[in-house]
């Protein structure tokens, strides 16, 4: 055949480093264009975005050729550097190291645009932490719970 022909959704969580609360509302918004302006860049289509000040979530309609743990790389190395230079965080900005990438079917492409786009009503309920679990088991991906994202207590 010709042509490649696919449909690949992934659904990224990431956290800021120490899920410090660095992601201010005044800049948000600015930091989800130029993430898109990333993935676009390297030839993915942006789905969604959305997130709370201490992580992020992103959908993204991603092409075979690649590599998932390539462009989680570059958004967070390149995002980091845009938010230094633009002076937008007074404190030291950095992404937590790891991330979740969860598959996405069709049938459940709406549910995720909308689970996303609403971050910040479900989260008047629900942990970041209990969040990512809840993720993990959902997807039934084994984990040790002391190899996760550096948990801030509470």
């Known amino acids: 055949m010709p042509n490649t ?16 609360s660095l992601i201010h509302q005044s800049w948000e918004e600015k930091l989800h264009k130029y993430i898109t302006g990333i993935v676009q860049k390297q030839d993915q289509k942006m789905l969604a975005i959305n997130g709370m000040p201490d992580h992020i979530h992103i959908l993204i309609g991603m092409k075979p050729n690649c590599r998932i743990s ?3 790389r570059e958004i967070k190395k390149s995002s980091t550097e845009f938010i230094k230079e633009n002076n937008l965080c007074r404190k030291n900005f950095n992404w937590q190291s790891g991330y ?22 479900h989260h008047r309920r629900k942990s970041f932490q209990d969040e990512f679990m809840v993720l993990l088991n959902k997807y039934e991906i084994e984990h040790q719970q002391r190899y996760l994202f550096d948990w801030i207590e509470t």
């Not at 022909?5 to 410090?20: E, M, N, P, T």
């Open 5 to 20: 022909y696919s449909q690949i959704l992934i659904h990224l969580v990431f956290a800021v480093k120490g899920r410090d």
């Open 70 to 72: 390539d462009l989680v």
């Open 100 to 121: 979740g990438a969860f598959s996405c079917s069709q049938s459940s492409f709406g549910n995720v645009v909308k689970y996303i786009l609403n971050q910040k009503e």
